[in-house]
Nanobody, 126 residues
Framework: VQLQASGGGLVQAGESLRVFCAAS????????VGWFRQAPGKEREFVAA????????YYADSVKGRFTISRDNPENAVYLQMNSLKPEDTAVYYC????????????????????WGQGTQVTVSS
């Protein structure tokens, strides 16, 4: 499967942005999909993930209540709606996919994802 992330940009603190992950592959609907981010000088960190269906979603504590991950399986797409953005949300955002269903203890770790998009830059100014 190939992933393409887009939708990043420059916004002010408190504003919203939606990033988008488009995927190829007929079996994408069975994949667990995650969003990760990496700021300069920092390690890649988990942001959110969704299993096959939208109700099975997971979030980092730092974004819970502000970000929403959702997927549109017929369109092979996963979205990350980001509201009330903060300067500390500034990073390159990557979407990643893992075949099948990741168990809860694995879903937050980048090493369990086999496919990665190229990343999209999100910059939040104060």
């Amino acid at each position: 499967v190939q992933l393409q992330a887009s939708g990043g940009g420059l916004v002010q603190a408190g504003e919203s942005l939606r990033v988008f992950c488009a995927a190829s592959g007929r079996t994408f609907s069975t994949y667990t999909v995650g969003w990760f981010r990496q700021a300069p000088g920092k390690e890649r960190e988990f942001v959110a993930a969704v299993r096959r269906s939208n109700p099975s979603t997971y979030y980092a504590d730092s974004v819970k209540g502000r970000f929403t991950i959702s997927r549109d399986n017929p369109e092979n797409a996963v979205y990350l709606q980001m509201n009330s953005l903060k300067p500390e949300d500034t990073a390159v955002y990557y979407c990643a996919a893992s075949p099948g269903t990741l168990i809860t203890s694995s879903i937050r770790h980048p090493r369990h994802y086999d496919y990665w998009g190229q990343g999209t830059q999100v910059t939040v100014s104060s």
